[in-house]
């Protein structure tokens, strides 16, 4: 059954406000009647029903269809995308365009560019996987004998990025299971974060002092085989139920502590604009929270979802921030370019979060060419993370060294804005555990020796105290 998000809901938010910007944001804080008296609909309001048990209409109002941005409203889109490699106005990619003329050649440019078609139609099956793709045996194995943790849903966008005949491929390898997943190692777990243990209530993770995840959904639009939350994602067991969202919101009500909410799942964009604007109104009305956060892939695997709607809603919330999800520079499409565009015209800034992976994107040259390209689409690299040892991921994970080799890499070879900060999420809870390669060398009486980028020794006067 095709995994849609049901769009009439009865949870409504009240009347559009005027869009806030950045410049504002402080005094709408300062003065924050207007959220604390915004009409948020009640908690105990009428449901909507979960994203796996309906199926929209489609193609019906303007509400629901994607476009590329003019050029002369895009802020110098089209010199973005030459520098990408990409035509100014082009609307995708020639694969895409293939793809679309080989296994979709009766759907409109209105379905295809509709975010509800997009998630009514994701390929879920072997049957729709073997339409589309030449299996290897590796992966027609995996879906014979079924057994991950996690399901397996790619859109139809982002299948068409997906390369045909090379199981190798690095897209493919991150959204195609593959009989590896089935191995167990040691040191992995279902939940090597231990985020179930730091869970007050159902949904909500409260590890650091002054921050939470708030898991809105379960739901992904496409799954990533390496995914962290594979024990909950795609089962249905965390819709965006009121109650369960209650329940959570009145944790952060009673817990002043709590100035920074990062609202993640599955992924929140994967909602409709109804259920996610009432989640933001509600947290915008709690005093202490001063800071909102999404974490989304929506851009690289659903771009059609940053509707113009979509970021004036999002715009009245500011501050509000964007953690995206990007694994590889093929990845940066037009489609793409033009939703990072619209996120960053909403005035929402935008940060990115890649894994790495081998055989995906573990080398300098890969990353390297995906950190520029993020910044030419003014998405600021942030973090890149090291696997966490997720039950079956082993064939993804990378050795520690190679991460801090990359980051020497890049160190000193491209703008400082284009280096990430590579992470190890401790497990068991422990956090970000932040590393860099060994940039001090060591001492030499009162100077500290360091080493830059070229290996090359310098001396610091730093005097003991």
Not at 53 to 80: C, I, M, Q, W
Not at 119 to 136: D, F, K, N, P, Q
Not at 143 to 155: A, K
Not at 323 to 329: E, K
């Amino acid at each position: 059954m095709s995994t849609v998000e049901n769009t009439d809901s009865p949870c409504r938010v009240a009347e559009e406000e005027p869009p806030g910007t950045v410049a504002t944001s402080f005094a709408r804080l300062e003065t924050s009647n207007r959220f604390l008296s915004r009409k948020a609909p009640p908690p105990d309001c009428e449901e909507p029903v979960p994203p796996w048990e309906t199926v929209p209409k489609f193609g019906n109002g303007a509400h629901s269809t994607y476009s590329v941005l003019p050029a002369e409203s895009a802020g110098g889109l089209d010199g973005r995308l030459r520098r990408l490699g990409q035509s100014p106005r082009a609307r995708s990619t020639p694969a895409t365009r293939a793809f679309r003329r080989q296994f979709y050649p009766n759907v409109l440019d209105s379905q295809w560019n509709d975010w509800r078609w997009q998630i009514a139609h994701r390929i879920r099956t072997g049957s729709e996987l073997e339409r589309i793709l030449v299996l290897s045996p590796d992966e027609q194995e995996a879906i014979e004998r079924g057994g991950s943790m996690l399901p397996f849903g790619v859109t139809p966008y982002y299948m068409s990025l997906v390369s045909r005949n090379d199981p190798l491929e690095p897209l493919r390898r991150s959204v195609i299971p593959s009989s590896l997943e089935l191995v167990r190692v040691a040191g992995e777990a279902n939940d090597p974060l231990g985020e179930d243990a730091h869970a007050p209530v159902p949904g909500l993770v409260h590890r650091y002092p002054d921050r939470v995840l708030l898991l809105a959904s379960d739901f992904c639009s496409t799954y990533c085989r390496y995914c962290t939350r594979s024990r909950v994602v795609g089962h249905g067991e965390m819709p965006p139920r009121a109650d369960r969202l209650a329940n959570a919101l009145a944790y952060i009500r009673r817990t002043p502590a709590i100035r920074d909410v990062l609202v993640s799942g599955g992924d929140p964009l994967a909602m409709n604009d109804e259920r996610l604007e009432w989640i933001l109104a509600q947290l915008r009305a709690i005093p202490h929270v001063e800071f909102v956060r999404l974490g989304t892939k929506i851009p690289a695997v659903l771009p059609q979802r940053v509707t113009p709607q979509l970021c004036r809603m999002l715009r009245k919330y500011h501050p509000l921030w964007m953690s995206l999800h990007f694994t590889h520079p093929a990845e940066c499409t037009p489609e793409t370019i033009s939703a990072c565009t619209r996120l960053a015209d909403a005035g929402i800034p935008l940060g990115s979060q890649t894994v790495l992976l081998r055989d995906v994107n573990d080398n300098v040259a890969t990353l390297r060419e995906l950190m520029h390209r993020l910044l030419l689409m003014r998405v600021r690299p942030y973090y890149l993370y090291q696997c966490d040892p997720i039950s079956g991921s082993s064939h993804f994970r990378t050795t520690v060294s190679k991460g801090l080799e990359i980051i020497a890499g890049l160190r000193g070879h491209t703008s400082g804005y284009a280096i990430p900060t590579f992470v190890i999420d401790a497990p068991g809870g422990g956090g970000k555990i932040p590393l860099q390669p060994d940039c001090v060398a060591g001492r030499d009486g009162d100077f500290l020796l360091l080493r830059n980028y070229e290996g090359k020794i310098f001396r610091y006067p730093d005097p003991a105290e």
